[in-house]
């Protein structure tokens, strides 16, 4: 199982980017998708989660401004950032979470870099 993620750039202050991060290979039953993220010299964080009901978790700093949602059948996540600032400059990696199988996989990131 493979998780590619898509979507990084270069973007103002402001501006918007929208992220995906897609599973290919035999991968059953996600239950929670989520993004994280690594800022230079700072621990990994999350940014936001989606269960398969559909409930979602935000941190409080990007709460507002950043939406994730879900397509079960193209196992793929996304994230739609509106209002970047600086502070959201990172690596933005996808995780995927597997009841069944206790397993988590993660993609390989994918930079944002927001310009003030």
């Known amino acids: 199982v493979q998780l590619q993620a898509s979507g990084g750039g270069l973007v103002q202050a402001g501006g918007s980017l929208r992220l995906s991060c897609e599973a290919s290979?035999?991968?059953?039953?996600?239950?929670?998708m989520g993004w994280y993220r690594q800022a230079p010299g700072k621990q990994r964080e999350v940014v936001a989660g989606i269960t398969e009901g559909a409930s979602t978790y935000y941190a409080d700093s990007v709460k507002g401004r950043f939406t994730i949602s879900r397509d079960n059948a193209k196992n793929t996540v996304y994230l739609q950032m509106n209002n970047l600032k600086s502070e959201d400059t990172a690596v933005y990696y996808c995780?995927?979470?597997?009841?069944?199988?206790?397993?988590?996989?993660w993609g390989r990131g994918t930079l944002v870099t927001v310009s003030s």
């Open positions: 290979g035999n991968i059953f039953s996600v239950n929670f």
């Open positions: 995780n995927f979470y597997s009841r069944s199988s206790a397993t988590s996989y």
